[in-house]
Structures are given as C-alpha cells and as structure tokens.
C-alpha cells in the first residue's frame, strides 16, 4: 500500500545551521505531496506542498522538491530559526483518489537551539 | 478569521464511557476528517466525509462513530468499545477540491481512566 518514511528524530540544530528531513513514500501512480508543521499545543499548518514530478514546494524559507527517480520529497532550510523548532510531517495524497485523504509519517521533531 | 474549533481542549473520561468531540467549521469546506495522533506513529485518519450526511470509515474506524448532519459540524464519538482511547485528536477540513490543503484544527487531548 501507499506510505511515507520520515528520518526519526529529534533533530537538533544550532541558529542558522542548514536544515534537512529526509522523505520517501512508496506509492502506486503520481501522488501530491505535502509538508505540515505543527507547533507544540496546536493543530498542523501546511508549509508547501508539490503536486507533479520535478516540482518545487516553497515557503517561508522552507524548500522541497518532488523527486520522483529517487521517490523523495525531502525538506530544506538555509538556515534555521528558533522559532522553527517544531515537529514536521512529510504526507501524500492517495493517487488517483477523489478525495485529499492524506497519508502521513511519523513525523520529525526539529529543536533549535540559540 | 475563518477555521476549525474543536472543543474542549482537554477532557478526561472515565473508562467505559461514551464521549463526544465537537468539531465546527466556517470556512464553507465539504469535506471533513478525523485523524487520530499518537507518539511516533504520525496521524491515522478515523472517519471522512466529503458531503452532509454521507460518511466513510477510516484506517482506525473501529470505536468511533461520527455523524454530518450540517456541513459545519463533524463531531467524534469515541465509544467504551474503544480498546486504547487515550489519544490526541485532531479535525480537519478541506475544500474537496483534489489536492486542496487540509486545514486542521487545534486538537482535543482526550484521557480515559
């Protein structure tokens, strides 16, 4: 069936260190992917998402590009922020499904440290 | 400001008993899910509903009831026959449009015991 692998965290990072989480989903067909932060306490946020191969997700600083050769969507930052430190979730929508269910990793704590 | 509002944030039950999580949404979306979010597993979809008064099952349905009588409100029974209902539970909501973006609510932590 459809899944993502995360990298396990917790990652930590030094400010302004450069960033990445690891992504791979297994899937049949093209899936949308997608990227959710969620801070401590709250509901996720979506970050960026890609819907075909080849493209580039983008927000906030934050970058992922859909890989479908390698099948990844793995996520970037130049450099970090303390306010960045929250827990990621890589996520793919079910190919050729006529609804947005997601299915999502387990998700990657980033901790920043000043 | 449009979004979901689950309530309570935090509610505590004895084991055995039926409860209930509301979730409300104003933001004209279709369709509706419940996920549940436990320590390394990531979030495991419970229930959706992509239209008032149709409803499908989820991953993890067994336990849970839902009902969408109004396109606003989705609420979440976790029932006694719930093996392991202490979870965090989040409700989200989407336009319905293919790879629309889900937009969620701030949780309820619910305890049983």
């Known amino acids: 069936g459809n899944s993502v692998t995360q990298m396990e965290g917790p990652v930590t990072l030094s400010e302004e260190a450069f960033l990445t989480i690891n992504c791979t989903y297994t899937a049949t067909g093209y899936p949308s992917l997608f990227w959710y932060v969620q801070y401590p306490g709250e509901g996720l946020q979506l970050l960026l998402k890609?819907?075909?191969?080849?493209d580039k997700g983008s927000n906030k600083g934050f970058e992922a590009t859909y890989r479908k050769e390698t099948t990844s969507f793995h996520l970037e930052k130049g450099s970090v922020q303390v306010s960045d430190s929250a827990v990621y979730f890589c996520a793919l929508s079910e190919p050729g499904g006529a609804t947005n269910k997601l299915i999502f990793g387990t998700g990657t704590l980033l901790a920043v440290q000043p | 400001d449009g979004g979901i509002t689950q309530s309570p944030k935090y509610l505590f039950r004895k084991e055995g008993q039926n409860v209930t999580l509301s979730c409300e949404q104003n933001l004209n979306h279709d369709a509706m899910y419940w996920y549940r979010q436990d320590p390394g597993q990531g979030l495991r979809l419970i229930y959706y509903?992509?239209?008032?008064?149709?409803?499908q099952k989820g991953d993890i349905a067994e336990g849970y009831s839902v009902s969408r009588e109004k396109k606003e409100s989705f609420p979440l029974t976790v029932t006694s026959a719930q093996k392991n209902p202490t979870a965090f539970y989040l409700c989200a909501s989407s336009a319905g449009v293919l790879n629309s973006p889900l937009h969620f609510g701030n949780g309820t932590r619910l305890t049983v015991t």
């Open positions: 509903s992509q239209i008032v008064n149709d409803f």
């Open positions: 890609a819907t075909k191969a080849d």
